[in-house]
């Protein structure tokens, strides 16, 4: 015998195979640590695309997925308001449970969630944002070293197309979850929370939806005050007109080199489809099982890099510091430098680093249900802050638990 330890393969059912899957699937098929074996989707053709791809079970309800007893785990990547219910269905058949961001669409729901999976005796990990991405990570352990004194501003910035991509209609509905600062301010605010300690204690935002054929918010500016003194000015627009990935040297977010010839690509795309039912077909179609789904959706692009959600300056005491898609960037006091990093030969790996410590070894997650909670109450508190026109004070905020 070679005395080496046998690598725990994680056997994994997914709820939802659309859009928030097709971006996990080349993590799932590359990490050797996760299997594939059922999934759950109301769309006939994603779950015989999922059955020919994996061999896996494939059921029409999240209560059959979860019933099939080889699962160890279940990945949630269900519409945001129904997050709640399906995680209190995991739990009470006695799975972990990975569920998307934004992990729900109320602070009461989210408490739901932690406490469906403490009675369960469950892991629940909230993911993906990029506050799991390498380069923050890095970051913050560089933070963690005390060389540059404390963190004293965070300034995050995100110009994209988001809002001119293919949407359900719920996805244009507030009340529902719709809008940027449910799916696109959790990244960001997951991610100054990591660097900035943890605890916010007050915000004051603007919102803003300038689109009346979009009538959700499409963009945000918020000032986010710290325990301690810190505080991060964040800024995101999702109106498809200048992209914030020329100040990452042309990267995308998730870590490929993007084509500038596609500029203006997806307010073109929709624009054709001329209703809302055609526009929620457009997304269905390219989802994954789609009639226009890539056929190797699971393959690795060559010259990935990592991913990142837009250019992130963290000033501390004695330098800043800025997470690229190659590492960090460091410019102290007497000199810069980049720490760099290896290019991810899986891409969205720290996901499964964090499931399979927790499953495995009983390592508590960093991005847990309190963590994640405390994420959802500063981008509520920024929807109030903008309708209400004042600052706004928080009181559930959670340090990370390591």
Known sequence: MSGQATQPVLRLGVAGLGRAFTLMLPTFVADPRIRLVAAADPRAEARARFAA?????????????????????????????????????????????????????????????????????????????????????????????????RVRMITALDFTDYMYRPRRPEEMDTALGGGVLFSQAAHQVDIVRLLGGGRVRSVRAHTSAWDAARPTEGAYSALLDFEEGTFASLTYSGYAHFDSDEFCGGIGESGERKDPSRYGAARRALAATGSADAEASLKAARNYGGESAVANAGALPQGRLHQHFGPLIVSCEHADLRPLP?????????????????????????????????????????????????????????????????????????????
Not at 109 to 130: F, K, P, Q, W
Not at 336 to 358: F, G, H, I, K, M
Not at 367 to 385: F, I, K, N, Q
Request: hydrophobic residues 45%; aromatic residues 4%.
């Open 53 to 149: 791809d994996f061999g896996g079970t494939v059921h029409e309800s999240i209560e059959a997925l979860c019933a099939q007893p080889d699962i160890d785990a279940i990945y949630i990547a269900t519409p945001h308001q129904l997050h709640r219910a399906h995680v209190d269905i995991a739990a009470a058949h006695g799975r972990h449970v990975l569920v998307e961001k934004p992990m729900a669409i109320s602070l009461d729901e989210c408490t739901a969630m932690i406490d469906a999976a403490h009675r369960a005796g469950v892991h629940l990990v909230v993911g993906h944002s990029h506050s799991f991405d390498a380069p923050v990570l890095r970051a913050r352990e560089l933070i963690g070293s005390g060389a540059f004194g």
């Open 326 to 402: 190659s590492g960090v960037m460091v410019y102290a006091d007497d000199r810069q430098w980049l720490e760099a990093l290896p290019a991810p030969a899986v891409p969205r790996s720290e996901v499964v680093d964090e499931l399979c410590a927790a499953v495995f070894d009983g390592v508590p997650p960093l991005h847990d249900g309190g963590w994640s909670r405390s994420t959802l109450e500063v981008c509520l508190a920024m929807l109030r802050s903008a309708r209400e026109g004042r600052e706004v004070r928080l009181e559930r905020q959670q340090v990370p638990s390591r």
